[in-house]
């Protein structure tokens, strides 16, 4: 499956591209994450028409045992989740008790911070802590090759304006 993903303002941003995989076969309760977690069963893809692969021997393969996780099946976001949850976690933050959504790093001597919100696959990361944001980055990076760094213009349907300042009052964490 390709679709385009269009940018808050309904200028192309990029196309994405897909294999979903049907999971009629695939027991309640077992299952895979998002790109990189655990794949912790086995799973099947019978292939599209018109792709086969050979084996050592030569022979025509028409079906592939799945080495990485896909979208489509069932369990997929709830464990990609459980994933997220043990890198992000492992990388020194808290989840909110309030909003499992969002983890956060405090820097109690400095009051120095850094929050992660998630949804799903997408993570939005801000705060004033620019040494810890860059180590949480260096380790997307060296763990799931995240290469895509560019300055967020929409993350849930709300549009970013970087021009805009907030006067208000602060509040201390």
């Excluded at 192309?12 to 294999?19: D, I, S, V």
């Excluded at 989840?95 to 969002?102: G, H, V």
Aim: aromatic residues 10%.
């Amino acid at each position: 499956m390709r679709k385009v993903k269009h940018r808050a303002d309904g200028a192309f941003g990029k196309y994405k591209a897909r294999l979903i995989a049907r999971d009629f076969l695939q027991k309640l309760g077992v299952g895979l994450v998002f790109l990189k977690a655990r794949l912790d069963t086995n799973i099947w893809l019978q292939l599209p028409p018109g792709i086969a692969f050979k084996d050592k021997d030569g022979k025509i393969l028409k079906c592939a045992k799945l080495s990485r996780n896909l979208y489509g099946l069932r369990d997929s976001p709830i464990n990609f989740n459980k994933e997220l949850v043990r890198f992000i976690t492992a990388a020194g933050f808290k989840q909110l008790e309030c909003n499992k959504c969002i983890f956060f790093h405090l820097d109690q001597a400095t009051k120095k911070f850094v929050l992660v919100g998630c949804e799903v696959d997408d993570l939005i990361i801000t705060g004033n802590d620019a040494a810890c944001i860059a180590r949480f980055k260096r380790k997307l990076v060296d763990d799931y090759k995240v290469t895509d760094w560019e300055r967020v213009a929409s993350f849930l349907g709300v549009n970013m304006d970087y021009g805009l300042r907030c006067i208000g009052h602060r509040r201390q964490i």
